[in-house]
C-alpha cells in the first residue's frame, strides 16, 4: 500500500536560518507531489506542485522553493527563513490528481 | 481565479442536531469536488468526494454532500453530529481533467458539544 512521510513532525528555527523539509512517497510511481502550507485563518494555499523528477511549478511567489531529486521524494527549502513562514506545511501525493489526495502529517514550523 | 468560498468560519452545535457546511465554488467548467477532514492533531483524510454522475455523494460517517450544479455548490451534511465530529472541515476543487491541483477552502471548524 502506499504511505506518505513527513519530518520533521515540529521545527522552531531563528530568523535567518535555512530551512529543509522532506517528503518522501512509498509504494507507487510516478505520483504527483505537492506541497501545501495551512495558516491560521487562511486555509490550505498551494505552494508548489511537480509532476515528474526535476519538474516543479510555483504557485505563489514566496521566500521557499522546492525540489523533486527523485521520484518519490519532495524537498522544501529556504535558504533565510522569515517569520511570516511560520505555519503548518502538508506534503500531498496523488496518482493522477483527480481522484484526491493524500496528506503527510505535516511539519509545524515556528520561526522566531 | 478559481475560489472556493465555505461561509462558515467555526460552528458550534449539539450532539443529535444536523449539520449542514456550505462551500461554493467560482470555476464554471466541469469541476471534480472533496471533502477533507481533520481531526484534532491528524492529518487531512478524504471524506468524500463528486466527479460525475448522482449529484448525492454519500461519505465515510455518515456524512453526504450533494452537488448543486446551478448554483455551484457542494454543501456537506450530516443528519445528527455525534462529538466525535468535531475536527476542521475543508472544501476542494480541482478542473476536471487537469494535472489535479486542489484549490482548497478555508475551512469550518466543527465543535460538537456533548
Known amino acids: 500500500s502506499q504511505t506518505i512521510h513527513q519530518w520533521p513532525a515540529t521545527l522552531v528555527q531563528p530568523v535567518g536560518s535555512p530551512l529543509s523539509l522532506e517528503c518522501t512517497v512509498e509504494g507507487t510511481s510516478n505520483p504527483n507531489l505537492y506541497w501545501y502550507r495551512q495558516a491560521a485563518g487562511r486555509g490550505l494555499q498551494l505552494l508548489f506542485y511537480s509532476v515528474g523528477i526535476g519538474q516543479i511549478s510555483s504557485e505563489v511567489p514566496q521566500n521557499l522553493s522546492a525540489s523533486r531529486p527523485q521520484d518519490r521524494q519532495f524537498i522544501l527549502s529556504s535558504k533565510k527563513l522569515l517569520l511570516s513562514d511560520s505555519g503548518f506545511y502538508l506534503c500531498?501525493?496523488?496518482?493522477?490528481?483527480?481522484?484526491?489526495?493524500?496528506f503527510g502529517s505535516g511539519t509545524r514550523l515556528t520561526v522566531v | 481565479a478559481q475560489s472556493v468560498s465555505q461561509h462558515n468560519h467555526h460552528v458550534i452545535l449539539s450532539e443529535a442536531a444536523s449539520l449542514e457546511l456550505g462551500c461554493n465554488y467560482s470555476y464554471g467548467g466541469t469541476v471534480n469536488l472533496f471533502w477533507y477532514v481533520q481531526y484534532p492533531g491528524q492529518h487531512l483524510q478524504l471524506l468524500l468526494k463528486?466527479?460525475?454522475?448522482?449529484?448525492l455523494v454519500k461519505g465515510i460517517k455518515g456524512f453526504e454532500a450533494e452537488f448543486i450544479k446551478s448554483k455551484f455548490s457542494f454543501n456537506l451534511r450530516k443528519p445528527s453530529v455525534q462529538w466525535s465530529d468535531t475536527a476542521e472541515y475543508f472544501c476542494a476543487v480541482n478542473k476536471g481533467g487537469s494535472q489535479g491541483n486542489l484549490i482548497f477552502g478555508k475551512g469550518t471548524k466543527l465543535s460538537v458539544k456533548p
Open positions: 463528486y466527479f460525475s454522475g448522482d449529484p
Open positions: 500531498a501525493w496523488a496518482q493522477t490528481g483527480v481522484y484526491g489526495y493524500t
